[in-house]
Each structure stands twice: as C-alpha cells, then as structure tokens.
C-alpha cells in the first residue's frame, strides 16, 4: 500500500503493538494533525507508525470507504476461515507463483493456498460487465453515426437529383462547378448544423441522468463534447461531398433534358 506518512511495519514491529492507520482514519479522527506517534486503544493500547491511502476492498467503483487500520501479529485459528495473502512483484508474478507455494507448504502443510489471481485480472473481472456494457454502447453509437452519414447523403443526393434541371440551368448560364459544389455543401452543414445544436442541448438535458451512471467521470465532459460533435462533423462532410460532386459533374445539357 502506498506510505503516505511514517513507515510500513518492520521486523521490530512483529511483537510490539505497533498500528497503521488508513488516510480515511486520519482525516476523520485527525484531521489537520500528525498521527505519527499517537495511540489507540484497540486490543491494548497501540502506538500510530503509519499512514497508508485509502484502500477499495470490496469493489473497484467504491466512492467511498470505512476507516481503517493495520496491525501485525496475526494468530492463525484453526476453523473454517479464508485469509488472503497480498504480494508485490517487481518481475512477470507468474514466476512467482511456485516460490510462494513452497513458502506456504515450509511454514504450514495444513493450509493451502489456492485461487492465486494477479490484482489486473481481478479488476478486470469486477469491471467485465462494464466492459460489454461500454462495448455495446460503443456499437449503437457506431450504428447511429453510421445512420446519419446515411441520412444526410439520402437527404443530398435526393436533393441533387429534384434540381438537377436548375443546376443545369445555373450551369449553361455560366455558373462554376465550384460554386455548384458549394452550394450543395452549405445545404449539407445547414442540416449538420441544426442536428448538432438538437443533438448538444438534448445530450447536456441528459446529463443529470446519466451522472448517476458514471465513475470518476463528469457527465459534462468538455473533451467529448467537443471530440464527439467533430467527428460527426467530420462524417458528415464527407456524406455530403459525394452528392456535391456529383452535382457540380452534371452536363449542362442533359439535365436540361431531365424531367
């Protein structure tokens, strides 16, 4: 755990009554003052030689948690008890595992030790249903940005082909083919606009809603508001420069010729 004041207990500690306290502790107990040094009356009176951070026991989306505290010289009791043993690697634990077998086996044969799990392969199990969750909501969004790429091409394109007559007209009257493209453009970021000012105001309405669905994360993030509109955006324009140019490679006399 990471030491935020004092020191983590030591061989000296073993037999002395020698007591870590959690961040929570100190600030509801001691706040604005150094615990290091003080007792506790807790199984006898305990000095403080530390202060550890807070600690997610139960589930990783914990927001908050009781106060708590360590101490050392745990007797083992015979009956129906689990107690789990935490170890710190700094190489692959997988190569730890056996070395930590044979340790238990040489101080006690009658406990075992089994269910041995990385810390990331536990919190990926309590998140695995947030996981298909988000994948899930990942996917819908794909198919929503999917339709309105779709939309806003059927839109254009079936706008295209009822003026295809009056383009052709503004064409054999000496009008660009730029000026074609653009104005087929500016329809298109009409429409995107309209849609993105509906689609911000409604998803900031939301927000009071999908805040109690969130962890560690605002429901106003700035950065998705922002990243989020730009890629639709992005989308978007390329759904409308398809009709564009097709419209601005229109031949004057056939769409003369068009009903």
């Known amino acids: ?126 998140l695995r249903s947030n996981h298909v969750i988000t994948g899930v909501l990942v996917g819908f969004a794909a198919i929503a940005l999917l339709l309105v790429a779709l939309g806003i091409y059927g839109v254009l394109a079936a706008s295209v082909a009822q003026r295809t007559q009056e383009i052709g007209i503004r064409m054999a009257l000496g009008e660009q083919k730029t000026s074609i493209l653009a104005m087929v453009l500016k329809h298109g970021l009409v429409l995107l606009a309209i849609g993105s000012a509906i689609g911000i105001t409604g998803a900031i309405g939301l927000t009071r809603f999908l805040s109690s669905y969130l962890y560690e994360v605002s429901a106003i993030d700035p950065v998705t508001f922002v990243l989020v509109p730009l890629l639709i955006a992005a989308v978007s324009l390329l759904a409308c420069w398809v009709p564009a140019r097709r419209a601005a490679k229109v031949d004057p006399m056939e769409a003369l010729r068009y009903e």
Do not use: C
């Open 1 to 126: 755990m990471r030491l935020v004041q004092g020191r983590h207990f030591g061989e000296q500690d073993m037999t002395n009554n020698a007591i870590i306290v959690d961040q929570v502790f100190v600030d509801k107990w001691w706040p604005h003052e150094n615990p290091i040094g003080r007792y506790i009356n807790f199984g006898g009176r305990r000095r403080v030689i530390g202060v550890v951070s807070r600690v997610n026991y139960y589930s990783v989306e914990e927001e908050e948690s009781l106060p708590t505290l360590y101490q050392t010289g745990y007797r083992w009791e015979p009956g129906n008890h689990d107690r789990i043993l935490v170890v710190r690697s700094q190489t692959d634990p997988v190569d730890i595992v056996d070395p930590i077998r044979r340790i238990g086996m040489e101080l006690d044969t009658s406990v075992p030790i089994y269910d041995i799990q990385t810390v990331r392969e536990i919190v990926n199990k309590q």
